[in-house]
């Protein structure tokens, strides 16, 4: 198994999970469409927006990914850069889920964020990931996730 930080080269890869994870979160059929407005912004993000995606890889295949998205605010003191970020989109195949490769996914998101001077990630968690986040530092904030550097 293999995990690293997808490239504009891995476009192919990005977009064939991201619909795959929208398939399988939003429990469509897969013969069901997506518009060809989400399928162009998706592509263009992945190309051009400030984000991060890490890609689990098996034989060549994607079984795993993750993304961050980072946003910049006006600083604060305790946010002197204003650099936050946004985990989203974490999804592992079924067959693979509970083997750790989300945490690898995330942990390698969080360290790219710190590294960028991100002071403060936030997501928002479905139930069954709840407890990978709080394993990972993440606190409930009654609105949403979030793990602050110390």
């Known amino acids: ?13 990005l977009m064939t999970s ?3 994870m929208l398939r399988v ?16 912004c998706s592509r263009d993000y992945f190309l051009n927006g400030d984000q991060t995606t890490v890609l689990a ?5 994607v079984i795993g990914c993750a993304s961050i998205s980072y946003i910049v605010i006006m600083p604060t003191f ?9 985990l989203m989109n974490v999804y592992t ?5 509970g083997r750790g490769i989300a945490f690898q996914m995330v942990s390698m998101l969080i360290e790219e964020a710190w590294s960028r001077g991100v002071t403060e ?8 990931g709840h407890r990978l986040y709080e394993k990972l530092g993440f606190e409930d904030s009654g609105e949403c996730m979030v ?3 110390k």
Do not use: W
């Open 25 to 40: 979160v939003n429990d469509m059929d897969q013969d069901e469409d997506f518009s060809e407005e989400l399928i162009a």
């Open 57 to 61: 890889l098996e034989n060549g295949g």
């Open 121 to 128: 990630i936030s997501l928002d968690s479905t139930k069954a």
């Open 78 to 86: 305790s946010h002197p850069t204003g650099k936050r970020a946004h």
């Open 147 to 149: 793990l602050v550097k």
């Open 93 to 97: 195949r079924k067959e693979y889920q």
């Open 18 to 20: 991201r619909l795959e």
């Open 1 to 13: 198994m293999e995990y690293r930080i997808a490239t504009k080269e891995d476009i192919g890869l």
